[in-house]
């Protein structure tokens, strides 16, 4: 990194600064205002945000194409794409037409209040941006030289400041700026790869045989366990905020069929330099810092600037984007139902909440050290408490019962953490009967559903 480069970082940070601070909050701001953006985000402002908020684990991507190979689009990108192809027909537009908020205000309406301050401890820790943070403090460590807690504390606290005064509308605006940068800067960096070193031939006698099929050698079991991880889109908060922001239903259901598109495009670009930096870096002792370590030893000066904007870019967008998730979680759902608040006191319990995830992101990220161990962790538990009895909370007429909802979100969920921590309390260091731990929650969630869900007559509140 040289003189150029940072200079290119310094000018993206001010960029970010005057983005967010341009509109801020002002004291009579609506909740809606703070939590939605006012419901007016148009469809290019839906796509970009979307697509750059849900891709900021590049380097969980990074490291299993490292690790890999070719699977990474099998396992972070195909069952992903199918998750949200489905959100966007079955709920894109009835979540818009709902006229909420936030996930767990659907559950108090469809359930009760109890339900929906359980929901809302759920959805705040699975928002809390542990992995995101780990990669921006993996990214610092690798680009400026700062000791690894340093970089994960400077860069969660730069992403939320202009959160805090501006609020959702301030996301959308840095985001369409990171929007661009995250596509610039890979497309750069594999078009120098393929000139320089060349392109299927060269990675084809660089990597792993294993790297080149679909599996990458791991088991289908592995695999199949990413594919029902991911219908936590269908529970995503980051796609209901976005969908509930939309100016109308028609708008967000297009902007998730767009953002799909543009995913897909990304994933051809990450898994294809990912295969690049295992063929020319063949003993990295660090997976999670495979991009990093690829554009430190093959780019020039200033493009090396560039790439690393777009690595930042990327990971900010989602560092914001759920901190401010997780901390109007915080506001609106947990403060506002424990107590009741006019729209000031949710402004103000909401910036506390911007400052108890980052605490709580700073705090997992040391632990875990693993992108992917904690989407995997938060995401065995977290899907199969919420996945049913929010699903029907937008769809169908088979309901449960005040009482049966908050019992089937408690026990699956339970289920899913006892197994979880089975791996660690047992002799063996594997999950008990080998199966992971999101099947057992899955299980018991449906069969709860099977056994206590009643059809019920007329629409469901609001749509």
């Known amino acids: 990194m040289q003189t150029l480069d940072y200079s290119l970082i310094g000018l ?30 148009t469809l290019p402002a839906f796509v970009a945000t979307l697509v750059s908020t849900w891709y900021g684990g590049i380097l969980g991507v990074g490291e299993y194409s490292y690790l890999y190979g070719l699977s990474n689009w099998l396992v972070f990108g195909v069952p992903y794409y199918l998750a949200a192809f489905l959100f966007a027909l079955f709920l894109a537009e009835k979540a818009r037409r709902s006229e909420v908020l936030t996930i767990p205000e659907r559950l108090a309406q469809v359930y009760d209040n109890k339900t929906a301050v359980l929901g809302s401890v759920i959805i705040f820790l699975m928002t809390v941006p542990a992995a995101y943070v780990l990669m921006l403090g993996v990214l610092c460590e690798a680009f400026f030289g700062w000791p690894f807690w340093i970089s994960v504390t400077a860069g969660t606290l730069f992403s939320i400041v202009y959160v805090f005064l501006g609020g959702f509308r301030a996301v959308v605006r840095t985001d369409l700026f990171q929007f661009a940068l995250m596509f610039a800067g890979f497309a750069v960096l594999l078009v120098f790869l393929i000139v320089t070193y060349g392109g299927v031939d060269f990675i084809t006698a660089n990597v792993p045989s294993t790297h080149l099929t679909w599996h990458g050698g791991n088991s289908g079991w592995y695999i199949a366990t990413w594919y029902v991880i991911a219908l936590a889109t269908l529970i995503e908060p980051a796609f209901y905020q976005r969908c509930y922001a939309a100016r109308d239903a028609r708008t967000a259901r297009r902007g998730i069929f767009a953002a799909i598109g543009c995913w897909a495009v990304f994933d051809c670009m990450t898994t294809s330099c990912g295969l690049y930096a295992r063929a020319i870096l063949p003993g990295l002792s660090d997976p999670v810092a495979s991009y990093p370590a690829l554009s430190l030893a093959v780019l020039p000066t200033g493009v090396l600037g560039l790439f690393a904007l777009a690595l930042l870019a990327t990971v900010m967008s989602t560092v914001d984007s759920y901190s401010f998730l997780a901390a109007s979680t915080f506001g609106q759902d947990i403060c506002g139902r424990l107590r009741k608040l006019n729209h000031r006191q949710v402004a103000l319990y909401t910036r506390l909440g911007l400052f108890v995830s980052a605490g709580l992101a700073v705090a997992f990220a040391v632990f875990f050290r693993s992108a992917v161990d904690i989407w995997h962790a938060f995401g065995s538990i977290g899907t199969p408490a919420l996945l049913v009895p929010v699903f029907f909370a937008f769809v169908g007429r088979w309901r449960l019962k005040t009482s049966h909802a908050f019992i089937m979100i408690m026990v699956s969920g339970l289920a899913s953490g006892v197994w979880y921590l089975s791996k660690y309390t047992g002799s063996t260091g594997n999950f008990y009967l080998g199966l992971q731990p999101i099947f057992p929650g899955l299980v018991v969630s449906l069969s709860l559903f099977l056994a206590l869900a009643r059809k019920k007559q007329g629409k469901l509140p609001d749509l």
């Open 12 to 41: 993206y940070l001010v960029g970010l600064l005057i983005l967010g601070f341009v509109r801020r909050l002002r004291r009579e701001s609506t909740t809606v205002e703070l939590i939605v953006g006012g419901r007016m985000i």
